[in-house]
C-alpha cells in the first residue's frame, strides 16, 4: 500500500478508532493479567480471547498511523501518536483494575488456587 497517496483526512480519520481500541486493549490486558493468577481458567480464557483479538485490531490501526506518518515525515505526529499511546493505554488499565478489583470473588480474585 503506498501511505504516501492516501489523503490526509484518512490518517487523522482512524485516529479516534485507534484511541478506543488502545482503551478496551489495555482493560483486557488488565484483565487477562489478572486472571492467569487467578484459579478460574474458564475466566482467564475469555479474558485472553479479549485482548489479543483486540490487541490485533489496535497494533493493526497502529501500524497504519505510523506508516502513514513516517510517508509524510510528519515527526511532530509521532510525537503525539506516542503521547496519545501512553495516555488511552494508561488510562485503559488503571481503569480495567479499577472495575476488576469490585468485580472479582472467589476463585477469580488474584491469588486464588483452583
Known amino acids: 500500500?503506498?501511505?504516501?497517496?492516501?489523503p490526509d483526512w484518512m490518517g487523522w480519520a482512524l485516529l479516534p478508532a485507534w484511541v478506543v481500541l488502545?482503551?478496551?486493549?489495555?482493560?483486557a490486558f488488565a484483565w487477562s493479567s489478572r486472571s492467569r493468577n487467578s484459579g478460574d481458567v474458564h475466566w482467564h480464557r475469555k479474558a485472553a480471547y479479549c485482548s489479543n483479538s483486540i490487541w490485533f485490531c489496535s497494533k493493526t490501526l497502529m501500524l497504519t498511523q505510523i506508516l502513514w506518518t513516517l510517508a509524510r515525515a510528519e515527526w511532530w505526529r509521532l510525537i503525539l501518536l506516542g503521547t496519545i499511546y501512553t495516555l488511552a493505554t494508561t488510562e485503559g488499565s488503571v481503569t480495567g483494575m479499577k472495575k476488576l478489583l469490585?468485580?472479582?470473588?472467589?476463585k477469580q480474585r488474584v491469588g486464588a488456587s483452583g
Open 22 to 27: 488502545l482503551f478496551f486493549q489495555s482493560m
Open 102 to 106: 469490585r468485580r472479582e470473588k472467589g
Open 1 to 6: 500500500m503506498n501511505f504516501e497517496s492516501l
